[in-house]
Structure formats: structure tokens, C-alpha cells
T-cell receptor, first 114, second 113 residues
């Protein structure tokens, strides 16, 4: 069984388009995240939701809008795609248990903007 | 500034050689520490983690890491690498009570058969 899944795995699109990436976790976790891995493999957090509430919103262009319809899903919508948005986007989830926070990652979505 | 540092970004070694990757962090307070591995074209997998207790932790595939609080370090080791250990290795730090997981820039390890 896949713990954290993302669709699509690959996404190739033109500049200016709007696209969405979906993430689902079946671990029963209450917190979900989006990370961006750039061309140099650097990973940086973008957003985090806890029980459908936004709790982390890093310095990300407002063209990026996360949406969490329920605890098990966190989608990422990107408007007006730019060349610099090309990256691998990873979804993750964790169960907030006091001080301990182990995050489980999805397989990633490789976004290429032409 | 708070950060996670990994040095020697590119590491090339032969099979059976020993591997040690350094990780230093500059966060105050109590931390959770992780090493993740990313094989070519694949997603992040957890190698090992430290939350509390014994500072020497053992992970999967023969990896281990040692937390040295006084040095703010969490170095990863493997006594004898295999070709299949070729991958990118990331150190990550999470401050207790904070959801953010901060990553180092990674070490690209290439093991030559």
C-alpha cells in the first residue's frame, strides 16, 4: 500500500498555464506538507497544513495556492506557470505527537515548464 | 542564521570503502535529526532518525549516525559501501514543537564498482 501518493508523476506544460498536483496520504496523519526540490537538489518547505488549517506558508509567490479538502489530501495549484517553477515537488505527511515529527514523503512530481 | 550544513557535496569512492558524511546544524533548543536518501530518480527514503536516548543510532542498509550535542553534529557513517549506495543523502533537522523540516544541501555519493 502506498503511504503518500502524488499525481501526476510527471507534468510538462507551457509557460502561463495553470496546473494542479494532488497528494493523498493513507497513514491517518494530521499534518501535510509541500516541498520544492530545485535543480541543485535543494529541498525547501513551501506549505504545511494541520487538520486542514494552513500553519506554514513560506515565502512563496501567491501564484501557488495549496488546498486541503480533508486531512488526507493536500493539493497544490499553480497559476501562470513560469520557467523557474520547474522543479520536483514533494508532498509529505506526519503525525504531530508532541515533540516528535517524522515526515513521510511521496514519490514526487517532476514539473517542467517550457 | 539557522541552517543545516553538509560539506563535500560530491563524494566518489570505491566499493568496500568507508563513508562518512558530515552534518552540522545551528538551531537552538532540542532537535529531531534525520538522514534521508534519494536514489537516482526516486523519492526520499528515511535512513535513520534521532529523537532522544542513545546518541548512536542505527538505520537501514548498514548505516549509522552519531549525535554529538556539543558539536551540533549528526554525522552519517557506513563501514563498507556498495555500488547500490550511489545516491543523494540529505541531513534534516526539526526543532521540537516546530513542523518545519530544514534540509541540508545534500551529498551526492557515487560508488564505483
Amino acid at each position: 500500500d502506498t503511504a503518500v501518493s502524488q499525481t501526476p508523476k510527471y507534468l510538462v506544460t507551457q509557460m502561463g498555464n495553470d496546473k494542479s498536483i494532488k497528494c493523498e496520504q493513507n497513514l491517518g496523519h494530521d499534518t501535510m506538507y509541500w516541498y520544492k526540490q530545485d535543480s541543485k537538489k535543494f529541498l525547501k518547505i513551501m506549505f504545511s497544513y494541520n487538520n486542514k488549517e494552513l500553519i506554514i506558508n513560506e515565502t512563496v509567490p501567491n501564484r501557488f495556492s495549496p488546498k486541503s479538502p480533508d486531512k488526507a489530501h493536500l493539493n497544490l495549484h499553480i497559476n501562470s506557470l513560469e520557467l523557474g517553477d520547474s522543479a520536483v515537488y514533494f508532498c509529505a505527511s506526519s503525525q504531530q505527537t508532541g515533540e516528535y515529527n517524522e515526515q513521510f514523503f511521496g514519490p514526487g512530481t517532476r514539473l517542467t515548464v517550457l | 542564521a539557522q541552517s543545516v550544513s553538509q560539506h563535500n557535496h560530491h563524494v566518489i569512492l570505491s566499493e568496500a570503502a568507508s563513508l562518512e558524511l558530515g552534518c552540522n546544524y545551528s538551531y537552538g533548543g532540542t532537535v529531531n535529526l534525520f538522514w534521508y536518501v534519494q536514489y537516482p530518480g526516486q523519492h526520499l527514503q528515511l535512513l535513520l532518525k534521532y529523537f532522544s536516548g542513545d546518541p548512536l543510532v542505527k538505520g537501514i542498509k548498514g548505516f549509522e549516525a552519531e549525535f554529538i550535542k556539543s558539536k551540533f553534529s549528526f554525522n552519517l557513517r557506513k563501514p563498507s559501501v556498495q555500488w547500490s549506495d550511489t545516491a543523494e543523502y540529505f541531513c534534516a533537522v526539526n526543532v521540537w514543537g516546530n513542523n518545519r523540516l530544514a534540509f541540508g544541501k545534500g551529498n551526492q555519493v557515487v560508488v564505483i564498482p
